[in-house]
């Protein structure tokens, strides 16, 4: 059947047109938030169906599909279950190309409910109708920006794709991603898949070259012979995130009230996932956790992991995780270790994870990574407390201004006055004149080493090179050397933009940390997964995402390297 | 030694003055800091002690603590390890009463650094001199809003005390704790542990009525038999609550690094919290988790949850999670199902979990808790999506807003009227006579019911008598009466705080459920867990909190029901 699934399912996610029967003004209707979610959405033509009003939200309405003058692509469905049959027998005679059936009451519900669902199915397939649910919530499909929800849910673009067989786990997921800073290329909530399977969007989100990761929350499958087949020939293409529930006999109870499948032995399955090269999670967090672990990182090529860590407590918890999980922790080199010993304190751990105890020296941690990335043995870095400097930085430049507040007025203006020195320097940071951009690039960075209290100029060489490679790759963003030149041309404790002083170094700060791990991934293609300090909720910046502890950063790294291992074991060893 | 701890640490956590050693201008040394951390936060006198600078930050600075002319209790030591057993000399012959010592470079770098530590003990000890670390972030007392901080640090005054062998995982629980609302009566980075041990904080802490939970990170014990011995005294007490990691090889030889300690057995250490009763958790996520249920639930009676969600899918997530605690997912008597078909479509799920499966009635989400609270075979009740009513509200709102503008004014003056037609209704609710209270929020909520659209006058009703209750209690805020009087007088899309008529609505569902929530606790003294629909981060609101996921939510009602099982165990079933 699915010979072409690109051209089979196109109508239902590029509608030239849409057709929403059930479209109501009754604000206590989900006939009401589906209309409005189409019209803050969709640019095509909408036609609201209703059997009693004429005018809805300032659009025409129609008394029945077959009414509407122009042609449909799309039907939505919001009415009570017993009129579904007969609007899809319109929809079938208007020549509809496709449907999402939101209106519950079907499969879900038992015998009586699974007879109307056979029912709609033979009048839809008699149309060549493909469609979505019945009993779902809706879908989005970022190329037609097409939203056809029965709630109000925040979505954006991207590159991830989601099926999801809870309408709850999906929309919390889709907020919970929208609020991280990513977008979903294609969402669906798919009900009780009467027509479209779970495994015909999972091939259908494989084939689309848009999609990077695909991601699927499970309960049950109809036909779980052809969803292995599917998937299994996906997974060598991009990876499969799972969130399949079930494991308790409660749970499975739940299920088969909830969505009418059939849970099946979780054993099974456990075993089913590993084989097909697909990646399972314990719950929504991790599974948006993994999917940015896939946008944002390469392929790690072993289980060799260093950690850097602003403190011993914070190491020990990650390297546990770690090796919970089987990766492996590695013993570092005598020669890396004399390294290190010549940029931080003698107090430092002198082992892996790498804690320079408390040093004060940014400069040091920031180029540590790069003695530990370069060694063949390791394989990934996990960088600990990255968000942790902005949010000391902060405080510590808000220490500073009450400092300033009693200090006299000539010692601030003069302060003031040797930041604005640097302006002709920081300005040739972005000229295209290679020689000018990288003696620039190395006196900022001399600057900064010099405002950090840092004497040791080896040191402060080694990050400006790392800094120039970065400048040069595109890396090291114009909107970074703003920063410095608003800093250094504000009188007073705000900037032209309005940004406090401490704002603004806090903005430098995030984007000097960001251009540099870019810069690391780039020169080594292996992952640098980093952390914040605390577990304040967090954005994408850029291609760069911070987790809010080791054990997650740990979680990712490992499943990274486990769909890793399966493609090794495939002979299909590329990155992503 | 300890025979009345209380005393003997009180002029570490009452000092009236303080001397800080190593205090400085120089914005790049911890010494900074650390004197802008004390004079941010204490009162008293504070003299800085520097060999080299007279002024530091506005106060008199001295060259010795022997120098000072008035009394000092406490000192902090931000020096150098090798002068602090000189420094302490002098604190000894000054007769200062007790100590903390930031400074690094002790136990923790070797024998070395032992021997000085040794030195610096035996000093203090001649002098009675107590004192907390070596090579610790320093410490907060709420009693004398003391922070003695090497960084900055967000902490206000609480119930929780909490000891950490880790000054970086301490100094995240308690910015994480800040950012969640919880507040700290002491919170102490106890680095080597020289002379104050983990078990006298701990016993001190337990000894101390202002301490509702005690909680601590442990990487290793010096004594672990007396360890043992305050830990059982304490708890049957008050919860203590133990980050222990080093289950695996790497992160024992970190501990070992990091603070000197030797991890011990993993499986021993287990085997001992859970029999003294202590709380055993993952990581410092879960140790806030568990601590805010302690501080804002009671004790479960038993392992039976029911569970209600506004999805399926959110239901089946829970329903495992707990299950695999240990807790048991009850089955519901028939008597009940039976009330719930009353409130409920056909639709709803029939079963724990209670899922109304789409219901858009508030109200009937509202009372079913009610049946399932007044069973003897329900010990506990998780509430889910709690926080997704706010959400859900605050978009739909926003919608509504739109479709405002697509009517016609006088439409909208109308719809706007014919709210103010409540204000007096409104205002009786804050009546002090209880039969006009009571018939005035009755009232409130029939006009609740029609906005929501819900014509079931009895379940109405029995919404109105809880909230009737809750109102008496003091549970219902006069605030929340305050947002619905604002509403009923805004003319046009703002009230007269500047909100917009959204964002009241909202402040007002979120009072209510408030309100109810504590009522329930009040009238069953049964947990009642609420969680939130998406992972954002949360807040503790009044003396309620929504975990953002089952599974959190499940984890806590777990080690609530294990300790209220150790407590009966021991004969000590109290309510806490």
Chains 1, 2 share one sequence.
């Not at 196109?10 to 109501?24: C, E, K, Y």
């Not at 405080?395 to 003069?414: A, D, I, W, Y």
């Not at 900064?448 to 790759?473: C, K, P, T």
């Amino acid at each position: 059947m699915n010979t072409d699934i690109l051209k089979e399912l196109d109508p239902l996610f590029n509608p030239q047109s849409v057709a929403h029967i059930g479209a109501t003004n009754n604000t206590n209707k989900w006939g009401f938030s589906t209309i409005t979610s189409l019209m803050q959405t969709y640019r095509g033509p909408i036609y609201p169906v209703n059997g009693h009003e004429d005018w809805i939200q300032g659009l025409k309405a129609y008394k029945k599909v077959t009414d509407i003058p122009g042609q449909v692509d799309l039907a939505v469905f919001t009415i009570p279950a017993e009129r579904v049959a007969a609007a899809m027998e319109d929809c079938v005679q208007k020549g509809v190309r496709s449907a999402v059936i939101i209106s519950a009451g079907f499969a879900e519900v038992g015998p009586e409910g699974k007879k109307l669902q056979d029912e709609v199915l033979s009048i839809a397939r008699k149309g060549n109708i493909r469609f979505i649910g019945p009993n779902c919530m809706g879908y989005w499909s970022a190329s037609s920006s097409l939203a056809a929800f029965m709630m109000p849910l925040l979505v954006r673009d991207g590159q991830l794709a989601f099926v999801s067989q809870g309408g709850n786990v999906g929309a919390a997921v889709v907020v919970a991603g929208y609020e991280r800073g990513l977008g979903f290329h294609r969402y669906v909530s798919c009900g009780c898949a009467a027509d479209v399977q779970i495994e015909d969007y999972i091939e259908y989100f494989g084939k689309d070259p848009q999609v990077k990761v695909i991601m699927a929350y499970i309960e049950g499958l109809n036909d779980g012979v052809r969803f292995m087949d599917v998937v299994k020939k996906v997974t060598p293409i991009k990876p499969v995130i799972i969130l399949k529930p079930g494991k308790t006999e409660v749970a499975a109870r739940a299920i088969k009230s909830h969505s009418g499948a059939l849970a099946g032995s979780d054993a099974v399955y456990d075993v089913a996932f590993k084989k097909m090269g697909a990646i399972r999670v314990e719950d929504p967090e991790e599974m948006l956790d993994i999917a940015i672990g896939f946008l944002t990182q390469p392929m790690p090529r072993g289980h060799n992991v260093a950690i850097i860590t602003p403190g011993g407590s914070y190491g020990v918890l990650c390297a546990q995780a770690c090796e919970e999980g089987g990766l492996n922790v590695v013993k570092l080199p005598d020669k890396t270790i004399e390294e290190l010993d010549k940029i931080f304190p003698p107090r430092w751990s002198r082992q892996n994870p790498v804690d320079p105890a408390g040093d004060r020296n940014f400069v040091a941690y920031m180029i540590a990574p790069l003695r530990l990335l370069e060694l063949d043995t390791v394989d990934s870095v996990i960088f600990m407390g990255f968000g942790g400097f902005t949010l000391f930085s902060n405080l510590l430049m808000q220490q500073r201004s009450q400092q300033e507040e009693k200090m006299k007025p000539e010692q601030v203006t003069q302060r003031i006055e040797a930041m604005r020195v640097i302006i002709p320097i920081i300005e040739d940071v972005k000229s295209p004149d290679f020689n000018k951009m990288q003696s620039a690039v190395r006196q900022l960075i001399n600057m900064l080493a010099l405002f950090m209290g840092i004497q040791d100029l080896a040191q402060v060489g080694a990050l400006s090179d790392v800094l120039v490679e970065a400048r040069r790759s595109g890396n090291l963003k114009d909107d970074v050397v703003d920063d410095i030149l608003e800093l250094a041309n504000a009188k007073g404790q705000r900037g032209e933009s309005g940004r406090t002083r401490a704002e603004i170094i806090n903005s430098f700060i995030i984007g000097l940390l960001n251009a540099l791990v870019d810069q690391w991934i780039d020169s080594y293609k292996k992952p640098v997964i980093t952390t914040t300090f605390t577990e304040e909720q967090v954005k994408l910046i850029g291609d760069h995402y911070d987790y809010t502890s080791g054990k997650r950063a740990a979680r990712v790294l490992l499943h990274l390297t486990t769909y890793h291992d399966f493609l090794v074991k495939i002979g299909k060893d590329h990155r992503i």
